[in-house]
């Protein structure tokens, strides 16, 4: 079940794919089909209720869709098209079919923990030793990938009323419409941040509280001086990062332009947007992250683990269907008919 949204995601045209009844059925589904394939692995009580509401979820609202639309998705294609065929004629067979399967499946686990007298497993997902740092940058690059559609929203609201300097884009459809699409750029951006910013404000704040035992520097001192190392040392990865990034993907300034900016470098940094990046990544490393660090190690495993599959399982559809374009895909894209499915 969670193949074929996850191919229906992939194949349709996200410009032409609104967030309407069937967009949100298809991420209750593949989240639902995650959390009951999670829970069956845990022998939880809850993989049963959750399979039967996801089955039912699955079928009843699609039928809903076709009574409304007469589609049982939303048609992001011409009408003549093999996905047609594929995902407006056979998909809904096969949900029923994968429905039936769900609970049968959900309802056999349950039996056979009950009868084997199995506990509900409490432990992480893995054991291995890796695995705890990697659910937790992975929650990290998901989460921060999300929120910096915001904050890009945000910073372009802040140069409309003259906060900032600069330039935007009023009609791009991607940024103020298609509110859900994933940035990969900021949530690596939090990932590097834990990875390479966390340890060198630890090792900067360590080294000044040293010098302050010493006797070298007043102890009142030690952390904002801390602080102050750490907001250059951001700044300086934070532009660096930027200016490989746009010297990579950016060399024809296609992506953004900072040449009308005072005190840019070769169109790709400026120094707004440096010390913008600075400040943030200085609050996220002393103030952010260590509050996420210790809200996970108050959530445990159970919390952890069932938020990385159902988030996890939500935003690859969200990456299959914004980062993915159908043309890209190895079939082709043989669609000619313009689609008279509404505008997001």
């Known amino acids: 079940m969670i193949a074929s949204w996850y191919a229906y995601s992939a194949s349709s045209d996200p410009n032409k794919l609104p967030y309407d009844l069937s967009f949100w059925r298809t991420g209750a589904s593949v989240v639902g089909t995650a959390l009951s394939a999670w829970f ?9 209720p959750v399979a039967c509401a996801t089955a039912t979820a699955t079928v009843a609202l699609g039928a809903a869709n076709l009574i409304r639309k007469g589609t049982y998705v939303t048609r992001t294609w011409s009408k003549k098209s093999w996905k047609e065929r594929v995902f407006n004629q056979a998909m809904p067979v096969a949900h029923a079919v994968e429905s ?51 904050v890009e929203i945000l910073f372009c609201l802040g140069i409309k009323h003259g906060i900032f300097k600069g330039g935007y884009d009023r009609e791009n ?3 103020w419409d298609q509110w859900l699409f994933p940035f990969p ?14 340890p060198a404000k630890n090792a900067l704040q360590g080294a000044m509280n040293g010098l302050s035992e010493a006797g ?10 801390a602080l102050a190392a750490s907001f250059f040392v951001n700044q300086a990865v934070c532009t660096s990062v930027d ?33 913008f990046y600075s400040i943030i990544a200085t609050w996220g ?3 952010l992250l260590p509050a996420l660090e210790k809200l996970m190690a108050r959530a445990g495993n159970t919390a952890l683990d069932g938020t990385l599959m159902g988030f996890g399982s939500f935003f690859l559809l969200l990456e299959l269907l914004y980062q993915v374009l159908p043309d890209q895909l190895p079939f082709g894209n043989t669609d000619t008919t313009p689609s008279s499915a509404p505008q997001a």
């Open 40 to 48: 069956a692995h845990r022998h939880s009580k809850a993989t049963l």
């Open 100 to 150: 039936v399967a769900l609970v049968r499946l959900a309802t056999a686990s349950r039996i056979h923990a009950r009868k084997a007298g199995i506990p509900t497993f409490d432990g992480p997902l893995s054991s291995a030793s890796w695995y705890p740092q990697a659910r937790k940058l992975g929650l990290y690059f998901m989460t921060f990938s999300m929120l910096g559609h915001w």
């Open 173 to 175: 459809h991607m940024l």
């Open 185 to 198: 750029a900021e949530g690596t951006a939090a990932v590097l941040a834990d990875l390479v910013l966390v």
């Open 216 to 225: 070298r520097i007043p102890a009142a001192l030690a952390t904002p001086l």
């Open 243 to 275: 200016y490989a990034t746009g010297m990579v993907a950016n060399r024809n300034y296609e992506l953004w332009d900072y040449r009308d900016m005072r005190f840019n470098f070769q169109g790709q940094i400026c120094l707004q947007n440096s010390l």
């Open 285 to 287: 490393v002393w103030w």
